[in-house]
T-cell receptor, first 108, second 112 residues
Framework: KNEVEQSPQNLTAQEGEFITINCSYS?????LHWLQQHPGGGIVSLFM???GKKKHGRLIATINIQEKHSSLHITASHPRDSAVYIC??????????FGTGTRLQVFP | KAGVTQTPRYLIKTRGQQVTLSCSPI?????VSWYQQTPGQGLQFLFE???????NKGNFPGRFSGRQFSNSRSEMNVSTLELGDSALYLC???????????FGPGTRLLVL
């Protein structure tokens, strides 16, 4: 079993839909990250959070430390949001471990 | 500020050869981490360097090594290449332990 699990693996949506990607972890962490990877490989860090909720534009990330669970929400999705979204956890030994990613496709 | 840069961007090698990849972090960032991404295993942590010292290491064989120079630039070396080493190698830099990592564009290595 992976220490960081994501769901769903694949997600398709129509433009404008509200999207949720979930991440669960089973190790002690100091921070939880949400990353975005576009075709071609470049990775952008969207959020780093250790508690509560963060918002940036149409993106919202939440974390529940007690339940070891985080969610990434995209409001009013757009085709340019199509990418792979990766959840990653900084462990208490300061290593970064990754989920397997969620491939999101948003159609116009 | 310029972002994280990696060279070369693409590389083709044959089994048994060795390869050196280079990463230049964002100016002022002293931490550089390396990651391997493959379709089968996803993203995996290789190692992290901070101020020229290896601070952390993932579960990779000794064929994978790295170093960091006084200007924070880092190199990663893979010796005796195997077909399974074909992957996208990413480096990321950050200014401190609790800071966001900034990723480079990656080096795509193909081992034939």
């Amino acid at each position: 079993k992976n220490e960081v699990e994501q769901s769903p693996q694949n997600l398709t949506a129509q433009e404008g839909e509200f999207i949720t990607i979930n991440c669960s972890y089973s190790v002690g962490i100091s921070a939880l990250h949400w990353l975005q990877q576009h075709p071609g490989g470049g990775i952008v860090s969207l959020f780093m959070l250790s508690s509560g909720k963060k918002k940036h534009g149409r993106l919202i990330a939440t974390i529940n430390i007690q339940e070891k669970h985080s969610s990434l929400h995209i409001t009013a999705s757009h085709p340019r949001d199509s990418a792979v979204y990766i959840c990653a956890a900084t462990t208490n030994t300061d290593k970064l471990i990754f989920g397997t990613g969620t491939r999101l496709q948003v159609f116009p | 500020k310029a972002g994280v840069t990696q060279t070369p961007r693409y590389l083709i090698k044959t089994r048994g050869q060795q390869v050196t990849l280079s990463c230049s972090p964002i100016s002022g960032h002293r931490s550089v981490s390396w990651y391997q991404q493959t379709p089968g295993q996803g993203l995996q942590f290789l190692f992290e360097y901070f101020s020229e010292t290896q601070r952390n290491k993932g579960n990779f064989p000794g064929r994978f090594s790295g170093r960091q120079f006084s200007n924070s630039r880092s190199e990663m070396n893979v010796s005796t290449l195997e077909l399974g080493d074909s992957a996208l190698y990413l480096c990321a830099s950050r200014s401190g332990s609790q800071e966001t990592q900034y990723f480079g564009p990656g080096t795509r290595l193909l081992v034939l």
